[in-house]
């Protein structure tokens, strides 16, 4: 991509990503345009589809993710790293309002421009899933398929103005629920 090129499509990035923080996945393309002072056609060019702009918006995210997974794949503490991962993939899928369904409904279909980024972070959680597993702190009976899907819903209640306020309360009970026991009681029982 030409360096001026490339400016454009960072500077309608970045517009987009301010557009969709303040209405959600449902922000118009039309607006992300007028705000980035370019036409319709060439926020278009760039991103054909919603899909495609949230693709592009998110891919950094999911980098960012699967390389924090690739990280704690090393750590001592399987059970620990995972509840970590699971911290911020809920932090990343709060990240945008709406965005949570267009994940779900992405994560079952190869056709959508998400997919790929999705299955690269259901893989990365699975693999620090199975390390726990292996360790005996996380239920063995979860697959990576809960831990993407648990994400997900602790993700669309964050988006619920009802659920909100105790959004990290239910993220404790949820990783309660994932891990059997963690290092910390471990510690607790020897001391």
Known sequence: ???DARKNYDHLLEVAREVIAEHGADASMRDISRRADVGLATVLRHFPTREALFEALLC???DALAQKAR???TSDVPGEALVSWFREGVAF????RG???MMASAHSD???ALYAACATVHAVGERLLIRAQAEGTARADMTGVDLFALMSALGWAADQPAFAPRGDHLFDIIASAILTKRASDEVEKVG
């Not at 899928?93 to 945008?96: H, I, L, M, R």
């Open 99 to 101: 965005v949570v369904a």
């Open 60 to 62: 950094t995210n999911m």
């Open 1 to 3: 991509m030409r360096a």
């Open 110 to 112: 190869p056709e959508s």
């Open 93 to 96: 899928v709060q990240s945008y």
């Open 71 to 73: 990280e704690l794949e």
